[in-house]
């Protein structure tokens, strides 16, 4: 089962628990998605956090006219951390507290065309307790020559590593989509008003030869 696939089964198990036009993410270290904004429409998403922890959000306007979209960022306590308007992307990190955070994309402002939007989350210290949990099971092991603090603390710094790499190349792979769908877009507006451009040579061509054989013709009618 792809990632797309994954992502829709955790959305519609998500969608069960909040209201009609919101969707929400199980806490999770990193979430993306990709999802089509119809035109004149805006769409909401919750994230649970706890106190202490950090949420990094970025998001890039992958096709539709204009590239941009209005976005905002509100707290458990309904205040606007971030408010962007007619943006293409962003990124932004927050200090949490506990409760439900909403972001919420915003298309009303266009009539006519809808957008296709990608965003990642970044979950930084939400299962410190776990870690703090675990190590109260690993006690008299003092005699190790390398602490396990050491080693718990060499693991993260590894996973720290891999989770930025597979952030970076998702980044990519969504800066790729994106500049493949300008590169279609400008594909398709060349091969357009070449075709106007080469109308217009056929029919000043046609007019030329017209005028040029016009201009050789005997209009002396003959007598008899």
Request: aromatic residues 10%; contains cysteine.
């Amino acid at each position: 089962m792809g990632t797309a696939s994954r992502l829709l089964l955790l959305l519609l198990h998500n969608l069960l628990l909040l209201s009609p036009g919101a969707f929400g993410f199980a806490p999770s270290l990193d979430s993306d998605f990709t999802f089509t904004l119809p035109a004149g429409r805006k769409e909401c998403f919750f994230q649970p956090m706890r106190h202490g922890a950090s949420l990094e959000l970025e998001y890039q306007v992958l096709d539709g006219a204009g590239l941009d979209v209005d976005f905002y960022l509100e707290s458990p306590k309904g205040e606007i951390l971030v408010f962007h308007q007619r943006k293409s992307d962003g990124i932004h990190t927050v200090e949490t507290e506990d409760g439900d955070y909403m972001f919420c994309f915003d298309n009303t402002f266009s009539t006519i065309s809808e957008k296709v939007i990608f965003f990642e989350l970044i979950l930084d210290n939400m299962g410190e307790g776990q870690q703090e949990d675990w190590k109260k099971y690993i006690t008299g092991t003092d005699l190790l020559d390398m602490k396990l603090e050491d080693i718990l603390e060499s693991i993260n710094n590894v996973k720290a590593r891999l989770s930025k790499s597979l952030q970076i190349q998702t980044l990519l792979r969504a800066f790729e989509a994106r500049d493949r769908n300008i590169q279609e877009s400008n594909f398709d507006t060349v091969n357009f008003w070449s075709m106007v451009n080469l109308g217009v040579m056929v029919v000043v061509s046609a007019v030329q030869v017209y005028m040029l054989k016009s201009l050789f013709e005997d209009k002396r009618k003959s007598r008899t």
